[in-house]
Nanobody, 122 residues
Framework: QVQLAESGGGLVQAGGSLRVSCAASGRTFSSYTMGWFRQAPGKEREFVAAIRWSGGSTYYGGSVKGRFTMSRDNAKNTVYLQMNSLKPEDTGVYYC???????????????WGQGTQVTVSS
């Protein structure tokens, strides 16, 4: 069982940067793939990034590749999403999630946090 809690969301101007974090509880955190998803109003939840349990491999959705960086600190049971060059279309609720597999689809994740709001103004 893994419990997840996101933090760090907020309001930022276009072109700015923001880092969101996800703290996990559970002794087996380091064995899970962690993912970030986002959901804008009226839209489906969209894959953003994923990182393997070891931190040695990451994968990004096309709309954020080159701008966002995902990392993890297994000693702190925390994953991070550094977001640079933010655009208004990056606005949404950002969720972290945990999976026992290295997958990039919403249905592949077993545990979810409550989400943190990110708003990018133009």
């Amino acid at each position: 069982q893994v419990q997840l809690a996101e933090s760090g969301g907020g309001l930022v101007q276009a072109g700015g940067s923001l880092r969101v974090s996800c703290a996990a509880s559970g002794r087996t955190f380091s064995s899970y793939t962690m993912g970030w998803f986002r959901q804008a109003p009226g839209k489906e939840r969209e894959f953003v990034a994923a990182i393997r349990w070891s931190g040695g491999s990451t994968y990004y959705g096309g709309s954020v590749k080159g701008r966002f960086t995902m990392s993890r600190d297994n000693a702190k049971n925390t994953v991070y999403l550094q977001m640079n060059s933010l655009k208004p279309e990056d606005t949404g609720v950002y969720y972290c999630a945990a999976s026992s597999r290295y997958v990039f689809t919403r249905t592949g994740y077993d545990y979810w946090g409550q989400g943190t709001q990110v708003t990018v103004s133009s």
